[in-house]
């Protein structure tokens, strides 16, 4: 029902910058809450951040405040996340996912997951 193709990640220094991008189709994607997942090795998957397509409202995880942005451009049915000042900390697997109507920060009541792209940060 919903598709979602990940693109973006890849091998930065402490302190650069990454921008993650999320290409969505389907027939019903326009209602739900969009969202940024990651997971490192030995972790359980965790919240980022999350938003809808149409709306201003945009939450964020305690621990990547004031660093990313959650985006979208509407035209091309595109998600974005840009993350700055990264930690070796933020390396992970990162997802982005299609949920529920209602906001929502817990990863079990997502349908619909990306296949995931590898964020690497050096110490």
């Known amino acids: 029902q919903v598709h979602l193709v990940e693109s973006g990640g890849g091998l930065v220094q402490t302190g650069g910058s990454l921008r993650l991008s999320c290409a969505a189709s389907?027939?019903?994607?326009?209602?739900?809450?969009m969202g940024w997942f990651r997971q490192a090795p030995g972790k359980e998957r965790e919240f980022v951040s999350v938003?809808?397509?149409?709306?201003?409202?945009?939450f964020y995880a305690d621990s990547v405040k004031g660093r990313f942005t959650i985006s979208r451009d509407n035209a091309q049915n595109m998600l974005y996340l840009q993350m700055n000042s990264l930690k070796p900390d933020d390396t992970a697997v990162y997802y982005c996912?299609?949920?529920?109507?209602?906001?929502?920060?817990?990863?079990?009541?997502?349908?619909?997951w990306g296949q995931g792209t590898q964020v690497t940060v050096s110490s």
């Open positions: 389907g027939r019903s994607f326009s209602t739900r809450c």
């Open positions: 938003m809808k397509w149409v709306a201003d409202y945009t």
């Open positions: 996912a299609a949920g529920p109507t209602y906001y929502s920060t817990n990863p079990a009541t997502y349908e619909y």
